[in-house]
């Protein structure tokens, strides 16, 4: 089992409706959760980190993890065509900022 | 925010060649940058650790002769893959550490460098 899945896609939604991205883990020692934006041919931008179980909003992003089930969640409200891309999680513990990520979900917003 | 830059962004080389790629932070300081690879629909895996002025740090099954990385300013890592082969070709993307970052939200990716060994 590896150590973080995450459903590859790809995902194709129509401008304005609410995307869930999803991510499972195996490893309960992992303490820090993110998610990375990646635009073809770019590097990982960060959308959002937290380290504790429950929601975390901004704007119209909101992470979410369970660290019971070992699971996390985006949700993205009104999606726009400018949201299509690859959104990977990553999840790491330690200080050293060593992250293991998952495959990348592609997103597809049609207008 | 914070930049980091990679350079070359796309190369392409003959197989037996090797190539260096850099990996800058433009207005920070960094003494961890990170290597990792990342192959068409799959996802980024950590290549090596690159702390300033120390050896750098492999993860398992990653070569140490073969791809060889020097950090030796706070702002600088250079990754250079040698005697590169057709399955060397990937996506390389650095990612540093802000040196006086306060949490991992401190860690920035660079754009990506394309390897194309024919």
């Known amino acids: 089992q590896k150590e973080v899945e995450q459903d590859p896609g790809p995902l194709s939604v129509p401008e304005g409706a609410i995307v869930s991205l999803n991510c499972t883990y195996s490893?309960?020692?992992?303490?820090?959760f993110m998610w990375y934006r990646q635009y073809s041919r770019k590097g990982p931008e960060l959308l959002m980190y937290t380290y504790s179980s429950g929601n975390k909003e901004d704007g119209r992003f909101t992470a979410q993890v369970d660290k019971s089930s070992k699971y996390i969640s985006l949700f993205i409200r009104d999606s726009q065509p400018s949201d299509s891309a690859t959104y990977l999680c990553?999840?790491?513990?330690?200080?050293?900022?060593?992250?293991?990520f998952g495959k990348g979900t592609k997103l597809s917003v049609k207008p | 925010g914070a930049v980091v830059s990679q350079h070359p962004s796309r190369v392409i080389c003959k197989s037996g060649t090797s190539v260096k790629i850099e990996c800058r932070s433009l207005?920070?300081?960094?003494?961890?940058m990170f290597w990792y690879r990342q192959f068409p629909k799959q996802s980024l895996m950590l290549m090596a650790t690159?702390?300033?002025?120390?050896?750098?740090?492999?993860e398992q099954g990653v070569e140490k002769d073969k791809f060889l990385i020097n950090h030796a300013s706070l702002t600088l890592s250079t990754l250079t893959v040698t005697s590169a082969h057709p399955e060397d070709s990937s996506f390389y993307i650095c990612s540093a550490l802000d040196r006086f970052g306060q949490g991992i939200n401190e860690q920035f990716f660079g754009p990506g460098t394309r390897l194309t060994v024919l």
């Open positions: 207005d920070f300081q960094a003494t961890t």
């Open positions: 490893n309960s020692a992992f303490q820090y």
């Open positions: 990553a999840m790491g513990r330690g200080s050293q900022g060593n992250l293991i």
């Open positions: 690159s702390n300033e002025g120390s050896k750098a740090t492999y």
